[in-house]
């Protein structure tokens, strides 16, 4: 709606997982230097943690443009599976065609028999699982198992498993011990300072095709603050700090656009005396003004 206003190329704050808008901040870099360190090892287990929204399927998705050729990837980012479906999912991934009544002794047979072929020719296999707190207690042991697979020299598949906080909670219990102790390198990703907020808003309107900086850095500040920040609050604010703006014909961002953009954000520090009503009006005026302009052409 507002990119030709801001003379942009492409919206600039989507919450979609976009790596061409890849922010090179210190923990996305860390992290992913941290997997690809251990996936060179042959690791069996590695794992990445963080809050909601501080951009992990992001990286996950970063690190698997970023493996070599001699990568065979694994992805799984709905975890929800029984072992069963797990060892199904496992098996498409890979590339095997076997039929639907196939036992599940066989389909593990099936399975090790793939990985040894492909170790055999040069190849490495990695599992990437994301919202990896979601595998249940029984899926969690298939996957187990699945990591057993190995020769004299090296495992057969290694897992990278990307979480929020409750992944460690659910790792802390007891019964998937034998699991957590595979574990042989792990990351923590932190939300964003107030410098690399304002670094990060303006390093995706420059992706987006902006020839000047939108937001002030006072106004990424205040943004940095309510957001604490987590990178998909920051996208959120500016973005509907921008359809406000746009609303008002104004190109250049205010703190009251902000505030209101705040305001009507959920899990963000808004002040008190900011009411939701105030940003749907604006919003109400911009999208009527625009149907106005339709109507008026299609008139003319």
Request: aromatic letters at 10%; one cysteine or more.
């Amino acid at each position: 709606m507002y990119l030709s206003f801001f003379n942009l190329t492409e919206m600039p704050f989507s919450l979609t997982p976009n790596t061409q808008f890849y922010c090179a901040l210190e923990p996305h870099n860390e992290a992913l230097k941290v997997l690809l360190s251990a996936l060179s090892m042959s690791e069996g287990f590695i794992k990445v943690t963080g809050e909601v929204g501080t951009g992990k399927t992001l990286i996950c998705r970063k690190l698997i443009n970023h493996l070599e050729d001699n990568y065979v990837v694994v992805y799984l980012p709905n975890p929800y599976l029984t072992p069963d479906e797990l060892r199904w999912a496992v098996a498409a991934e890979l590339g095997l065609e076997l039929a639907p009544e196939q036992d599940q002794q066989t389909l593990s047979q099936s399975i090790e028999k793939r990985l040894l072929t492909l170790s055999q020719e040069g190849k490495k296999v990695v599992m990437i699982v994301d919202e990896a707190q979601c595998f249940s207690w029984e899926a969690l042991e298939a996957l187990r198992l699945l990591t057993n697979l190995e020769t004299e020299q090296k495992k057969l598949l290694q897992v990278v498993l990307f979480g929020q906080p409750e992944l460690d909670t659910k790792l802390a219990n007891p019964q998937v011990r034998q699991l957590r102790q595979r574990i042989g390198f792990s990351y923590q990703l932190r939300p964003m300072t107030a410098a690399e907020v304002d670094y990060y808003i303006n390093h995706r309107l420059r992706r987006a095709g902006a020839q000047s900086p939108l937001f002030s850095p006072r106004l990424n500040h205040h943004i940095a603050r309510a957001c604490r920040g987590i990178p998909r609050l920051v996208n959120t604010v500016c973005h509907k700090a921008l359809l406000l703006a746009y609303g008002e014909g104004q190109t250049a961002l205010n703190k009251r656009y902000i505030r209101a953009a705040i305001a009507d954000t959920e899990d963000c520090y808004a002040p008190t005396s900011m009411r939701r009503w105030w940003f749907f009006a604006v919003l109400s005026v911009t999208v009527l003004g625009v149907a106005g302009i339709w109507l008026w052409r299609q008139v003319l």
